[in-house]
């Protein structure tokens, strides 16, 4: 298998569960990255990990919580999520230097209901 | 406050015209620039980038064209197929900021048969 994989696809959950979406990249890159996008926006980045080390928390909630435990795996862990948290999330991962580009997943799209 | 703006959400194309995408940006700092093509339930895959050091990039039928002093670039697609029917999204980073892409809106391309 090759690229950016995530796991699952899809995912309905309420508002008192707690989930976690799975990204794993076969690209032997170093850095992972966590996208959303939402109805209507671009796509805002959520957290970046070098080197299994989180370098980026753009402002995200404590409700998401990312976890790296090598370069090749990433998670993010959901937990009291609010219906507004639905949306579609993607993963990323790209050499950790400039002018890289990043190889997305398909993503998880999510409903919080 | 948006940094990458794409101002057009949809723009419909014949068959074998060109199709010219537009991005406006208005953070000076960056200086590496992407399109990505983003099919339904896919994911957004790398298309053409450049950097700012350059006005202009060609990979077959797409070209990517730079004017730093407007803040402005541009992916012309030259002759369009149904096949390019996608959203394209235009991205842009700093050097230094471990690829962190700030990404536009998004332009749903429709080209008609």
């Known amino acids: 298998e090759t690229g950016v994989t995530q796991t699952p696809r899809h995912l309905v959950m309420g508002m008192t569960n707690k989930k976690s979406l799975k990204c794993e990249q076969h690209?032997?890159?170093?850095?992972m990255y966590w996208y959303k996008q939402s109805a209507k926006k671009p796509l805002e980045l959520m957290f970046v990990?070098?080197?299994?080390?989180?370098?980026e928390n753009n402002s995200v909630p404590s409700r998401f919580s990312p976890e790296c435990p090598n370069s090749s795996h990433l998670f993010l862990h959901l937990h009291t999520l609010q219906p507004e948290d639905s949306a579609l999330y993607l993963c990323?991962?790209?050499?950790?230097?400039?002018?890289?580009?990043?190889?997305f997943g398909s993503g998880t799209q999510l409903s919080v209901l | 406050d948006q940094q990458v703006k794409q101002n057009s959400p949809s723009l419909s194309v014949q068959e074998g015209r060109i199709s010219i995408l537009n991005c406006d940006y208005t953070n000076s700092m960056f200086d590496y620039f992407l399109w990505y093509k983003k099919y339904p339930a896919e994911g957004p895959t790398f298309l053409i980038s450049?950097?700012?050091?350059?006005d202009k990039n060609e990979d077959g039928r797409f070209t990517v064209f730079l004017n730093k002093s407007a803040k402005h670039l541009s992916l012309h697609i030259v002759p369009s197929q149904p096949g390019d029917s996608a959203v394209y999204f235009c991205a842009a980073s700093v050097n230094n900021a471990g690829n962190m892409l700030t990404f536009g809106g998004g332009t749903r391309l429709m080209v008609k048969p």
């Open positions: 450049i950097s700012s050091i350059k």
């Open positions: 990990y070098n080197f299994k080390e989180q370098t």
């Open positions: 690209l032997g890159h170093n850095a």
């Open positions: 990323a991962s790209s050499q950790y230097r400039g002018n890289e580009k990043l190889f």
